[in-house]
């Protein structure tokens, strides 16, 4: 497609429970970012990836997320034994390559609400 | 530690009129600064950016300001149209071989007819 896609576009979790959460980058997109937007907050960093290598992990909240993009392209971030502090919108961007001349294209989100 | 502030919530504009967003960051190792608008349910989107060696940068209606001593950027949006109506960020990064960004936590513009 010509933007960036998630799915699910809202999520509502026991608390507990496990979550997956999708991401379709644009097609040839090198660098993919995973970020967590709190309700009246920005969005922060969770974690990056350039083609299948996770380079940067240092913003995932603990070590119940855990985000993957095995073949280089579609990723996945996974939150295990959801907590009420997780709930969130979850933004997924690309770009295509890494540098700062290249821009982001964010995803709509995932909104994560966990209860 | 918020390291990209922006301490206005809300701004309210008359259509016609020049809307100033500010932003202020506490790290000198940030030297690409850029400006993200936001509508509801969506992602955010880029608007304009700035590299540490300028001070301006200008497409359209948008102008961005870089005062590196004061660390201190701001949006000019002149002028300003109800379609504007979004909330903005800031947001800033450094040199780290990839553009992880640090975002402020947003200015909701509403532009009133």
């Known amino acids: 497609g010509a933007g960036v896609s998630q799915s699910p576009r809202y999520k509502v979790a026991k608390r507990g429970q496990d979550v997956a959460l999708r991401c379709d980058p644009i097609?040839?997109?090198?660098?993919l970012f995973w970020y967590q937007q709190a309700l009246g907050q920005g969005p922060e960093f969770l974690t990056y990836?350039?083609?299948?290598?996770?380079?940067?992990k240092s913003g995932l909240p603990s070590d119940r997320f855990f985000a993957e993009r095995p073949e280089g392209s579609v990723s996945t971030l996974k939150i295990q034994r959801t907590q009420q502090e997780d709930s969130a919108v979850y933004l997924c961007?690309?770009?295509?390559?890494?540098?700062?001349?290249?821009?982001?294209?964010f995803g709509s989100g995932t909104r994560l609400t966990v209860v | 530690d918020q390291q990209v502030k922006q301490n206005s919530p809300s701004l309210s504009v008359q259509e016609g009129r020049i809307s100033i967003l500010n932003c202020d960051y506490t790290?000198?190792?940030?030297?690409?600064f850029l400006w993200y608008k936001k509508y509801p349910a969506e992602g955010p989107t880029f608007l304009i950016s700035?590299?540490?060696?300028?001070d301006k940068n200008e497409d359209g209606r948008f102008t961005v300001f870089l005062n590196k001593s004061a660390k201190h950027l701001s949006l000019h949006i002149v002028p300003s149209q109800p379609g504007d109506s979004a909330v903005y960020f800031c947001?800033?990064?450094?040199?780290?071989?990839?553009?992880?960004?640090?975002f402020g936590t947003g200015t909701r513009l509403l532009v009133s007819p």
């Open positions: 790290n000198s190792m940030f030297d690409y």
């Open positions: 097609s040839g997109h090198v660098s």
């Open positions: 947001a800033a990064s450094a040199n780290t071989g990839f553009q992880k960004l640090v």
């Open positions: 700035i590299s540490s060696i300028k």
């Open positions: 990836f350039q083609n299948e290598a996770q380079l940067d």
């Open positions: 961007a690309s770009s295509l390559g890494p540098g700062t001349s290249y821009g982001y294209t």
